[in-house]
């Protein structure tokens, strides 16, 4: 007997657009703005799973307004939220007790920093949300795209997550279904390891020839320091301790707005130690003199962590499928050497969006968007990612020292001869998960306990990224084979998701009656950094989404 098939309302529109962050709203953007100008109708809706448009962006950020000067010229006129240029531009490699600080002066151009500014992402994504409504985009936040539809071998829309599911499955009182929105295109912007665009990747072979996907993640917290300790306008980055050399990974410190400073830290999920915790090495970050200094007798004001795509040029997948294609970080646009990607995601929505609106045009839908393809290989983003394109795998191949070093020659020849590099073009080799080796070949780090004025727990971190899911609803965190976690995941790795995760999401409980071990989630602290789905050693673990407007509410991140 099987289960009867779930009646949903279904919606129609010409494009459905998955996610509201930057490559989202800039596609939605540039598609009404076509539509103005030919003086038609399109209609459009940007599902976002955060309560609020926003409420899940977390970037630290510095952002290069490239693309944002060509989707709204006059955006200063309209209000947004870039207020605060770069004026002081550090790079730094911190030791365990100094620094030194290396002169900019020798970097290749397009590291300078100079022209950018440095925002809250979310702020700005919210003020985009804004742009898009007056345009009459339709933008539902508090509804997650939990599957795709599939018909005759194209996808056609996306079905949204149910609401007032128990955790068992049933239904509690205010059950409702997911409903279904069709298009004759839909773009997919969920941002680094989507659940849809993994799933679409894997369905339609789109990174077939092409190196696996890598991986950062990315943590960051808000402070409000001393007025004394406060420099407007100035941007630090940093590697070096508290890492060791075969660990990839570095700082950022930006000062802004009224006495705020971002401080973050991304590690890359392709280091072998498991018992390496990233959030823990940020705590020992801050208590380095470098950032101890600024952070000291200042107030902690926000938390969160994200996973940062890294693999580049040569991971970028094929963007089109049937039906639709991917826009932002849900394909990897990120600059890694720069620590940027929002304008890289913005303008491959722009450029999506104007290969729909072609195709629309000439009466077409659920085909594939080749055209999409060809504008991004022709555009500024694949030239700039094809220049860094051996950074990461140099870093990874020769450690940080000798890497770095590698990599800053590698950016000149690509600069100075026109995208040629002594080195050709690299390849990452394993995936972020096949890095991660026995936990027996490791020594346990002992990292220090926290403070709780400067360093601090994952507890009380967690919650003042002010994440919240439903208690009463299906784990969201799906975990394959519970034996095979066991038996590998804690016997040969050590248990690594009890600190690869930063919000104390997995734990390994042992049972005082029976000595037995049992792994223990708390899906109701997750904050959507998706680094479980990436960093298990076995891919045991599947991140879905959760009931709609769960998870974090990010303020001025």
Request: hydrophobic share 35%; proline share 6%; with cysteine.
């Amino acid at each position: 007997m099987t289960d009867a098939p779930i009646e949903r309302e279904s919606m129609e529109y010409d494009v459905v657009i998955v996610g509201g962050g930057p490559a989202g709203l800039s596609a939605a953007i540039r598609l009404k703005q076509l539509a103005d100008e030919a003086g038609q109708e399109l209609s459009i809706a940007v599902l976002e799973k955060g309560a609020e448009v926003g409420a899940h962006i977390l970037s630290g950020a510095v952002v290069d307004p490239k693309a944002l000067n060509e989707l709204i010229p006059d955006w200063a006129e309209k209000g947004a939220p870039l207020n605060d240029p770069v004026k002081t531009d550090i790079f730094e490699v911190l030791g365990a007790a100094g620094s030194i600080s290396l002169p900019t002066l020798f970097f290749p151009p397009l590291m300078s920093n100079h022209g950018c500014h440095i925002v809250s992402l979310g702020n700005v994504c919210r003020w985009l949300g804004e742009q898009a409504e007056a345009m009459g985009v339709e933008i539902y936040p508090g509804f997650p795209a939990a599957d795709v539809i599939e018909e005759d071998g194209a996808i056609k829309g996306v079905v949204t997550g149910d609401f007032g599911l128990a955790r068992d499955g049933g239904h509690k009182d205010g059950y409702q279904p997911g409903m279904e929105l069709r298009g004759k295109y839909t773009l997919i912007a969920e941002g680094a390891r989507g659940s849809l665009a993994k799933k679409l990747i894997g369905r339609y072979g789109l990174s077939e020839g092409k190196e696996p996907q890598k991986f950062g993640i990315g943590l960051k917290e808000l402070w409000r320091v001393k007025p004394e300790n406060h420099k407007p306008g100035m941007v630090k980055h940093t590697m070096g301790w508290p890492l060791d050399n075969s660990t990839g990974g570095g700082s950022f410190m930006y000062h802004y707005g009224d006495n705020l400073v971002s401080i973050g830290f991304v590690v890359h999920l392709n280091y072998k130690n498991p018992w390496i915790s990233p959030f823990e090495e940020f705590q020992r970050l801050k208590t380095h003199p470098a950032i101890r200094d600024v952070l000291e007798g200042g107030e902690r004001i926000s938390y969160g962590a994200r996973a940062i795509t890294e693999g580049g040029f040569q991971s970028v997948p094929k963007l089109a499928f049937p039906g639709g294609a991917l826009i932002g970080c849900s394909a990897g646009f990120v600059n890694v050497p720069r620590i940027k990607g929002s304008h890289n995601a913005m303008k491959t929505g722009m450029l999506a969006a104007e290969s729909v609106f072609a195709a629309i045009g000439a009466g077409r839908a659920h085909d594939e968007l080749a055209e999409y393809q060809a504008a991004y290989e022709n555009s500024w983003v694949a030239r700039d990612l094809k220049a860094v394109r051996n950074a990461k795998p140099l870093w990874s191949k020769f450690g940080t020292t000798i890497g770095i070093a590698l990599g800053g020659l590698d950016m000149w020849c690509n600069t100075l001869f026109g995208g040629w590099s002594p080195f050709g073009t690299m390849g990452h080799g394993k995936t972020d998960a096949e890095s991660t080796q026995p936990a027996e070949k490791f020594r346990k780090i002992d990292y220090p306990k926290p403070d709780g004025k400067l360093t601090f727990d994952r507890l009380s971190s967690v919650f003042i990224s002010n994440t919240n899911h439903e208690e009463d609803q299906p784990v969201h965190l799906k975990v394959a084979d519970m034996d095979l976690q066991k038996a590998s995941e804690l016997e040969v790795y050590g248990g690594p998701s009890a600190r690869y995760c930063p919000a104390g999401v997995y734990e390994w409980i042992k049972d005082e009656t029976t000595g037995e071990e049992r792994f223990q989630i708390n899906a109701q602290n997750c904050v959507h950094c998706k680094t479980c789905d990436i960093k298990d050693p076995n891919q045991n673990i599947n991140w879905t989404t959760p009931e709609g407007g769960g998870g974090p509410m990010y303020a001025g991140m």
